[in-house]
Every structure is written in structure tokens, then in C-alpha cells.
């Protein structure tokens, strides 16, 4: 027996190590934002857990020189939100493309800036075998001015062209560079079969990723919106089986073979590249609209990307263990509710990051009070409900949650969204349908939970009482005169 009990406190003082030594390693965590070691489904960044939640610029804040980017990030700041997305200037639009009145990524010819610079013979082509030192000044300002403020950037290398008329003005097109002539169709710029432009794209990724290798407050995104160019439809999310050319709105696309072949490329030039160099940095890729199952995701991939994101984008791919991503809102009208919703539920479904797109920052109005006519929405009352959300993930020890899917046993009227660590902490999202209340069963150890239900728009908590769970179920009566609310549920 005594034999017994000496093994007994050797695997006792072992497990008790191994937690103390996953703390410190949480606690202690330095270097680029990284996947928490106790969940990887989300983030840590000096030490802290992060959920990346924000209501963002159109992706141009460095490329337009018009925009002011230190007054945006103090914007941000100010406000309460922790990211931001930018494009890296290898793409860029046009006014009035995708219906947008006032389009940060869309600057005039003089007033853009990339990674190229003008050629000396041609002001009016570019250089691609040359850098624009100017350019990267700029960029890493902006990463210098975002980390003084605790900002996470994603940093997206390319795009999609979409068209031929955005096509006409990319410094990848040959008529646009001074680098190879042969005539080169959008559709092949982003495959390994694209007549020369590969080497050239290959540089820059070195060289982007040396450049802003001493920064932790940002990571990589390969490509956006891939599949645009190069599409494999794969799912409908309408009542319908067909998936119709070109309703992109009513179905999830994949991108085909030889795109991915190509953004497989370029996050191993990431990877590679960053062996010699001291820091490593996550690389984002972006696969999908809405939700679908993805049917592979590399190693060197540690978000998972959606645009216009479901909750089931993050239940059905959650087993890759990797963080995954709202990355995109839009085209559902202007409205705050939408976003905000959209946002509560994914987040409370599990998802580790939300960009609202968000069109009231603009040139002149990067404080984002700016009007606006776009296909999304965006405005500073968005902005403090999404600050609501966040401060109530971080009201929890967010890396002891997970999804849980069956802790729901009756809400009558209501679609829940819940987090728990199963057994002491519940963090729910409740939407009502056709119903101001309802009685919310939820399974739960015996015990007294302590209940709190709080508002998404104002913050406020209200107190429910402290609730008994009897024969492991916890009954909650829930008023619900908003269509939306979010409870607290904690074990005493």
C-alpha cells in the first residue's frame, strides 16, 4: 500500500507540473501572435488569449497614400477594437467598382502606392523586379503605429482580380510592366501556369515576409477570395440542389486544383522563408463564402478563412484545431443588427475572429463617422456593440471554452449559440423566433449557478438570481423583448 500511495503522489505532483508548466508557458508567451497552447482555436498575444474582433477600413490603408492611417488605428483603438485587415498593393480597384462610393482600395494612379515601383523609362508601367522602398516604409509604419496600440494586423498578400477591367490596371498585367510581354489572361495570374509571373510573385513574398519579420502583431493571409477567380461550386446554401453559374450568393465555392497548387506555393515560400529568419508567423488561407466542409487544410496553415460566414463554417471544420475566421461581412444591407448578430453567433459558436467591413471609415473620414453607399454596413454604434462582445468573451478564461452542442435540452422559440467548459462556465447567445419569452432547460451538473442575462447593444448585465440545477438540468425563464440577448451562467 504505501508503494501505492508514493505512485499515487508522483502522477499527482507530474499532471500538477504539466499544468503549471502549460500556465507559465501561457503566461509567459513573447514573440508574433500565436495559437494558445491549451486551445487552438484561439489566439495568444503577449501572454493574454485574444479573440480578434473588429469593424474595419476597406483593406487600403496602406496602398492609399490619401488615407490616414494613424487617425484610423486611433479610431480603432479608441473604440475598443483589437484588428485590422489591409491588402498588401499587389491589387487594387477602381471608383465604383462593386458599387462602393467611397473606396479606400480604389485610389487614383498618383495617389497609389505597392511593392513596385514606377519604371525609370515608363512612369506610366511598373517595375517588378525592383522594390519601392517607399512603399515598405509606409507599411511598416502602419505595423509600428497598430502595435503601439495592440493591434493585430492581417496582412493579405494577393486577390482576386475578378474582371477584366480590374485586371487593366494591376501591375501583374504585362501591358501594366516593363518585365514580360506575353499577353496573360487574369484567370491564370494566381496558378503556377502563368507565363513568367511567377518569380516575380515569389519575390515579393521573400521579401515582404524578411521585411516585417522583426513585428509580432501581425500574420499572413494568402489570397482573398480565391475561388472568385477560379471556382469549384460545391455546396448550396439555398432550398435548392443545383448550384447555378454565376448566384454566388446562393452557394459556397471552392477554389479548383490549380489555384490551390498556387497558394500552397506561396505559404511554403512564407514558411521557408521565415526558417532563416528568427520570428515564425501565422499564415491565414481563405477557402470558402458562407460555410462549407473544407476537405484539407495544409500544415502550415493555422486560420482557416470564411467570408459571409455561417456558424456551421466553424462546427464543421473545428476538428482541424485551428483557429477559424469571420473574415469578411457584407451584402446584407446597411443595418447594425445584422452584423452584430452575425458576429454574436459565430463567435459563440466557436469562431476565433470577426472583420465587419466596414464603410464609414473612408478618405477624409477616418474617424468611421463617414456616410456611405456600399454593399455592407459599418458605423461607430456598430462599433461599441461589437466592444460589447468583446468585452463579454473576456469576461471568461476564454482558452477553457469550446462549443458545446448539446448542452440545449429544450429552448422553445429560441436558436442557442453556447460556450462552456462543460461543467462550471456557460457563455450562451440566445436568438428569439416569433417569441418575446421562453423557458431555456439546460443541461448542467447539480448545483447553484449564479445567472446573468446581458444586453448585446448595451452591455448591461441584468441579474437572473442564483439557479438551482435539479436532476442535471437548469431551468432559466428568459424575457426577450429585443429578439436577441446573451447569458452568464457560472457554478458557485
Request: with cysteine; net charge negative; charged share 20%.
Amino acid at each position: 500500500m504505501p508503494e501505492f500511495a508514493d505512485m499515487k503522489k508522483l502522477i499527482l505532483f507530474f499532471f500538477f507540473h504539466c499544468f503549471l508548466l502549460t500556465v507559465h508557458t501561457a503566461q509567459s508567451q513573447t514573440g508574433p501572435i500565436a495559437l494558445h497552447p491549451q486551445n487552438s482555436h484561439y489566439l495568444i498575444y503577449q501572454g493574454k488569449t485574444t479573440a480578434l474582433i473588429t469593424s474595419g477600413e476597406h483593406y487600403g490603408a496602406v496602398l492609399n497614400l490619401d488615407y490616414d492611417y494613424k487617425k484610423y488605428l486611433q479610431t480603432l483603438t479608441d473604440e475598443g477594437m483589437n484588428y485590422t485587415r489591409i491588402f498588401s498593393g499587389t491589387y487594387y480597384e477602381l471608383a465604383g467598382d462593386f458599387n462602393i462610393e467611397k473606396n479606400n482600395l480604389a485610389p487614383k494612379r498618383e495617389r497609389y502606392i505597392g511593392p513596385w515601383p514606377d519604371a525609370e523609362n515608363d512612369k506610366s508601367k511598373f517595375d517588378l523586379s525592383k522594390w519601392n522602398d517607399a512603399y515598405f516604409v509606409r507599411l511598416k509604419d502602419f505595423l509600428t503605429e497598430a502595435r503601439k496600440r495592440d493591434i493585430i494586423v492581417e496582412v493579405t498578400l494577393f486577390s482576386s482580380i475578378y474582371n477584366d477591367k480590374t485586371w487593366g490596371v494591376s501591375p501583374q498585367n504585362p501591358v501594366n510592366n516593363v518585365n514580360f510581354t506575353d499577353s496573360l489572361p487574369y484567370k491564370r495570374a494566381q496558378t503556377l501556369d502563368n507565363k513568367g509571373l511567377w518569380p516575380y510573385q515569389e519575390a515579393f513574398v521573400k521579401k515582404i515576409v524578411t521585411e516585417l519579420n522583426d513585428f509580432d502583431n501581425f500574420f499572413f493571409e494568402v489570397q482573398n477570395e480565391p475561388w472568385s477567380d477560379r471556382n469549384v461550386p460545391v455546396y448550396n446554401i439555398m432550398n435548392k440542389e443545383e448550384l447555378i453559374k454565376n448566384e454566388w450568393q446562393q452557394k459556397a465555392d471552392f477554389a479548383d486544383e490549380a489555384s490551390l497548387n498556387w497558394q500552397d506555393a506561396i505559404a511554403n515560400t512564407i514558411t521557408q522563408t521565415e526558417q532563416k529568419l528568427p520570428k515564425k508567423h501565422l499564415i491565414a488561407q481563405n477557402y470558402a463564402n458562407y460555410r462549407a466542409s473544407i476537405p484539407d487544410v495544409k500544415t502550415n496553415i493555422s486560420i482557416i478563412n470564411f467570408h459571409y460566414a455561417w456558424p456551421e463554417a466553424v462546427q464543421w471544420n473545428y476538428h482541424y484545431d485551428k483557429v477559424i475566421g469571420f473574415d469578411e461581412s457584407g451584402f446584407a444591407g446597411s443595418d447594425d443588427a445584422v452584423y452584430r448578430r452575425q458576429a454574436w453567433q459565430f463567435m459563440l459558436s466557436g469562431g476565433g475572429m470577426f472583420n465587419n467591413l466596414d464603410y464609414s471609415f473612408s478618405v477624409d473620414n477616418e474617424d468611421g463617422k463617414g456616410t456611405y453607399k456600399a454593399p455592407g454596413g459599418g458605423s461607430t454604434a456598430l462599433r461599441a456593440q461589437l466592444k460589447t462582445l468583446a468585452d463579454f468573451l473576456n469576461s471568461y478564461s476564454l482558452e477553457k471554452l469550446y462549443p458545446n452542442y448539446t448542452s440545449t435540452l429544450a429552448a422553445p422559440g429560441l436558436i442557442t449559440y453556447t460556450l462552456s467548459d462543460k461543467s462550471k462556465a456557460f457563455a450562451v447567445f440566445v436568438r428569439a423566433t416569433g417569441t418575446t419569452k421562453s423557458t431555456l432547460k439546460m443541461a448542467a451538473d447539480n448545483g447553484t449557478y449564479r445567472v446573468k442575462s446581458f444586453d448585446p447593444i448595451s452591455g448591461k448585465y441584468t441579474s437572473l438570481g442564483d439557479l438551482k440545477s435539479v436532476g442535471g438540468i437548469l431551468t432559466i425563464d428568459i424575457n426577450i423583448p429585443d429578439g436577441e440577448l446573451a447569458l452568464q451562467v457560472l457554478k458557485q
